[in-house]
């Protein structure tokens, strides 16, 4: 397709175990983001990639966030150990290239913990 | 630190009435400054945009003018349809680093007919 996908669209899962969020980019584009969105916390950043390498973890929550890009367009964000303050819907974007150019997002993973 | 304030939600309005939603920022320099959107199901789009002071963003019949004296970018529509029911966030942007977006925390908008 022509956007940004991401999967799966929901996870539920129970306290403790790893989780694998999937973001695949729009085509071409060499900066890619996650986002998480929460009742409690609204939109927040959580890491930028410009190709493979990742210049700003800075959003990262904890230790149990990491997240990988391979070959310049897919990426995974991966939680470790989840709790339930993880429950969050996770949002991909990706843009162009820098320059001020609009990130377009992906529809996001509804992540619950139980 | 950087940061942008939505007025508080939600907002309920009839069709056909007179839009407008706060934003504020606080940021050290010059940001371009957004309005997204987020329809019921859907993921977040763009909206519109304004990247330097006086410029006005427009969209769909939406405005909004980046004032820099006032550090505010609020958003207006002069007649509301029902297809306008969202989610609205503010947010603001740097040309440096990473650029990433730094939301407001949202306006959950609801038009009735």
């Known amino acids: 397709g022509a956007g940004v996908s991401q999967s799966p669209s929901n996870k539920v899962t129970e306290k403790g175990k790893d989780v694998e969020l999937r973001c695949d980019p729009i085509?071409?584009?060499?900066?890619l983001y996650w986002y998480r969105q929460s009742l409690g916390q609204g939109l927040e950043f959580l890491i930028y990639f410009q190709g493979n390498s990742a210049p700003d973890k800075s959003g990262l929550p904890s230790d149990r966030f990491s997240a990988e890009r391979t070959g310049g367009s897919v990426s995974t964000l991966t939680i470790q150990r989840t709790q339930q303050e993880d429950s969050a819907v996770y949002l991909c974007a990706s843009s162009p290239s820098l320059g001020n150019q609009p990130q377009h997002f992906g529809d996001g993973t509804r992540l619950s913990i139980l | 630190g950087n940061s942008v304030t939505q007025m508080e939600g939600p907002v309920t309005l009839s069709e056909e009435a007179f839009l407008t939603i706060n934003c504020t920022y606080t940021?050290?320099?010059?940001?371009?400054l957004f309005w997204y959107v987020q329809y019921p199901g859907e993921g977040l789009q763009l909206l519109l945009k304004?990247?330097?002071?006086?410029d006005k963003g427009s969209n769909k019949g939406f405005e909004a003018t980046y004032r820099k004296e006032t550090t505010s970018f609020h958003l207006e529509k002069g007649s509301v349809q029902v297809s306008d029911s969202a989610v609205y966030f503010c947010a603001l942007q740097f040309s440096q680093g990473a650029q990433k977006l730094v939301f407001g925390q949202g306006t959950r908008l609801t038009i009735n007919p």
């Open positions: 085509s071409g584009h060499t900066a």
């Open positions: 940021a050290t320099g010059y940001p371009s």
């Open positions: 304004a990247t330097k002071a006086d």
